[in-house]
């Protein structure tokens, strides 16, 4: 089982990919983080403002609001196409509000058409570290997984230049899905023309504390270490954060558009707060697959790595994690038979499924108090196939002694 942990890395992913949705499910919700509210445009103000000219005189007196209330920092999950002759005046506006407010993030989109992250061959090169250490692996992946694992953008798809000007950061929204078509993690660097480029939740961050430095250590285009400020953030080889949401959706604070715009939203919310604004509606086709289910708005998606970056808490799969991985896969075997050669062999049929269930229990408790996702069908897997293993050749032993003394007693 060892062996095809390392040479089939892709054997259960669904498998686990679903289980890991059902485990963050069953997790007791967390508070809801204190500095982060969600304005969303939900398909009631898409019906009254549209995305147009209404929509962005709307938002340009909603984000002169927002500045007035002290918060920090509002980032704009909206991309807001060149507009038409009859519309410059509405950008004007929107332009002017958001560089009056100095404080302003406007996301743009990467043009990557169809890409979904490939997962075994970037699982198989993080595994061969266990055993080839920190460059071993790279002889034989040193070609094929940069080429695997980045998606190529040809382009970026960008906001009325005058609205990206007048804001103060930006950041790409863009967001890979695995291949059950969900989203669980954020790239936090992708590469153009050979600069490693932030993502929105980064440039908010930043933003929000004072423009800390964002740091990306790469080599041979495969990322090794990123660093935001004074925290390493625990990526894989290809810059993916893992995410670990405080709960679902409802779990942040959330506001629609319209009565964010009638001035209903507690000053509290949003004195030195984050504001993110984003849609909601179909017509905006910014919502995905996440691990609490389908049509959940992108924006949401960014507001929870915002949230993993300021409290400093991630979902966590790295080296160590896949060395522990080997090593229970190793241990368990072992143990089992030395426990069913001490035991009757109706207790000795018990035995996995309690072993599998402490070790289930074992891993779920490390994933709520410390983050660490551990995956458990190679070990269950394991577990089961030594059973059958040691007994069938206990009964294979047991029934060549009963015929060895059948034969002595016709022999006599």
């Not at 990467?110 to 890409?115: E, L, R, T, Y």
């Not at 740091?215 to 954060?241: F, N, S, T, Y």
Request: proline fraction near 7%; include cysteine; glycine fraction near 6%.
């Amino acid at each position: 089982m060892v062996l095809f942990y390392f040479s089939a890395p892709n054997a259960f992913e669904l498998f686990e990919l679903q289980l890991l949705d059902y485990r963050l499910r069953s997790r007791p919700v967390e508070p809801g983080p204190e500095k982060i509210s969600v304005i969303l445009v939900d398909e009631r103000a898409m019906g009254r403002y549209g995305l147009g000219e209404k929509f962005k005189f709307a938002l340009a007196e909603l984000i002169e609001e927002l500045t007035s209330e002290g918060v920090k920092v509002i980032a704009l999950d909206i991309i807001f196409p060149t507009p038409r002759d009859n519309e410059s005046s509405s950008s004007d506006r929107l332009s002017l509000a958001i560089h009056n407010a100095q404080c302003v993030v406007l996301g743009y989109r990467w043009d990557i058409p169809g890409f979904i992250e490939p997962f075994n061959n970037l699982e198989r090169a993080e595994r061969l570290r266990v055993v080839l250490g920190e460059h071993g692996w790279r002889y034989g992946y040193r070609e094929n997984i940069p080429q695997a694992v980045y998606p190529t953008p040809k382009r970026a798809l960008i906001s009325d230049m005058r609205i990206v000007r007048s804001a103060c950061s930006q950041g790409y929204v863009s967001v890979i899905a695995g291949l059950d078509l969900s989203v669980r993690t954020v790239p936090m660097a992708i590469s153009m023309q050979q600069h490693f480029l932030p993502p929105f939740s980064v440039s908010i961050v930043r933003k929000f504390r004072d423009n800390e430095e964002f740091v990306v250590q790469a080599e041979d285009g495969v990322v090794q270490k990123i660093v935001l400020g004074d925290r390493e953030l625990p990526v894989d080889m290809a810059g993916r954060l893992l995410l670990l949401p405080p709960g679902p959706p409802s779990s942040i604070q959330t506001y629609d558009f319209i009565s964010a715009l009638a001035g209903e939203i507690p000053s509290y919310r949003l004195k030195d707060g984050i504001v993110l604004i984003g849609v909601s509606a179909m017509g905006g086709h910014d919502n995905f697959t996440t691990s609490y289910g389908p049509n959940t708005p992108g924006v949401y998606v960014h507001a929870e790595a915002v949230h993993n970056m300021l409290d400093g808490r991630f979902l966590r799969r790295d080296l160590p994690i896949r060395r522990a991985e080997t090593l229970i896969m190793l241990l368990l075997p072992i143990i089992l038979g030395l426990l069913i050669a001490q035991v009757r062999p109706i207790f000795a049929l018990l035995l996995p499924p309690i072993i599998a269930m402490a070790l289930i229990y074992m891993a779920q408790l490390f994933l709520e108090r410390w983050g660490l996702w551990f995956l458990t069908s190679y070990a269950v897997v394991a577990l089961f196939s030594a059973q059958i293993v040691i007994l069938g050749a206990r009964l294979a032993v047991a029934d060549k002694i009963i015929r060895c003394g059948q034969e002595r007693e016709n022999s006599a």
